[in-house]
């Protein structure tokens, strides 16, 4: 297998036809050409269309899967839930996880009649071990969660659901294939919202799912796929290919954002304006025994907690590089004081602290300077 940087410059790339541009512009929505079958060929662009083909084998060769983009990382999560489960059956997902995916299944799982049962990202492998998992349809792990970065065992879980039929999946938006692969490790679903750090440059609405290359898998995908189709949740030929564009750089973007953050938790955990440092990649963390062992890769996304609102607001008046901005995985280092949005149980003052691109030391001594404002 080729390297990450390789792989993400060069997947989905057709055969060299001399004359062509590298990487090639949108084929966009328009009436297509019908021959004698028209379902043999591209007839419409909401089934899908050519410059969404090739992002989907770039992205499901990292993943180490088949892949399905959708126009959102919620659209994602929606199809993955929604095209396996039916009236009655039971639900688990993280009671930690992204406040979305939980509103998801409180207001509209339970109103068609799913039973939702949520667990805190810590404690779902020793529920797996218990048996509790038994009689459930669909487990959802978010890994490292979002936005308080607790680990859970993959493969345990896995071990768990393969034996009880459950279907598992993954929300790997933090880690991304380069920094986890869920679908190596068991998991019959790796999703995410590639909004955030897989295309990484804040400027286009996308999710994805990979299917386990299996009989399992394959069965999956198709439902996925016929989910998609007659819900039109795909993404148009533009957003695909500015996705497949950005996902050039993913592996030198990650390689940055990691050595930051690792030098941001650092910073934060010496800092006395600072409490609750979380950082997978720091040898101190909580997560960190399952995180070195699980992902292949560190993440660029570190949280703390500062005194109160106010203390963050303070920051961030206080700071040149570091931007208040609620989503996070771009090229621009941000802060997000999480309880305002009203959906994670967190102090007024938890932060979570998106590392960019931009110099690491630049970054480090703008933010040092930012917090010994605060005392």
Avoid at 37 to 48: E, I, N, S, T
Avoid at 197 to 206: E, F
């Amino acid at each position: 297998m080729t390297a990450d940087g390789t792989r993400v410059v060069r997947g989905g790339d057709e055969p060299v036809v001399p004359g062509t541009p590298l990487r090639p512009s949108p084929v966009f929505a328009a009436p297509y050409h019908l021959g004698e079958d028209p379902l043999a060929a591209d007839f419409y662009a909401r089934p899908g269309h050519p410059t969404l083909r090739v992002l989907e084998r770039a992205v499901g060769d990292l993943d180490g899967g088949d892949c399905l983009v959708f126009a959102t990382g919620m659209a994602a999560i929606s199809a993955a839930v929604l095209s396996v489960v039916r009236a009655g059956d039971r639900v688990v997902v993280p009671s930690d996880g992204y406040y979305q995916t939980r509103a998801l299944a409180a207001a509209d799982l339970t109103r068609f009649g799913v039973v939702v049962e949520q667990v805190p990202t810590l404690e779902i492998a020793d529920v797996a071990a218990r048996g509790d998992l038994d009689g459930a349809a669909f487990v959802l792990l978010e890994t490292p969660s979002n936005p308080q970065l607790d680990v859970c065992d993959i493969a345990a879980v896995a071990a768990a659901t393969q034996a009880t039929g459950a279907v598992l999946a993954v929300d790997n938006t933090t880690a991304t294939p380069l920094g986890q692969r869920p679908l190596e490790l068991g998991a019959d679903l790796a999703l995410a919202a590639d909004t955030k750090a897989l295309t990484g440059h804040s400027d286009l609405l996308m999710g994805h799912v990979s299917t386990a290359r299996t009989d399992r898998g394959r069965e999956l995908h198709t439902r996925l796929k016929g989910w998609r189709d007659r819900t039109g949740n795909g993404p148009g030929a533009f957003d695909a290919w500015l996705a497949h564009r950005s996902l050039s750089t993913l592996d030198l973007r990650l390689t940055r954002q990691a050595q930051t953050a690792a030098a941001v938790a650092e910073l934060l955990a010496a800092h006395p304006a600072a409490t609750g440092v979380r950082w997978p990649g720091r040898v101190a963390d909580p997560s960190y025994p399952i995180a070195s062992r699980q992902m292949r890769r560190m993440n660029g996304v570190v949280s703390a907690t500062l005194a109160d609102e106010a203390a963050v607001h303070a920051l961030v008046r206080h700071s040149d590089l570091w931007l208040a901005a609620t989503s996070f995985g771009g090229v621009h280092s941000t802060v997000d004081r999480r309880a305002q949005w009203g959906g994670d149980a967190v102090p007024a003052g938890f932060v979570r602290f998106s590392c960019g691109i931009e110099d690491t030391d630049d970054l480090v001594a703008d933010l040092g300077a930012a917090l010994d404002a605060l005392v």
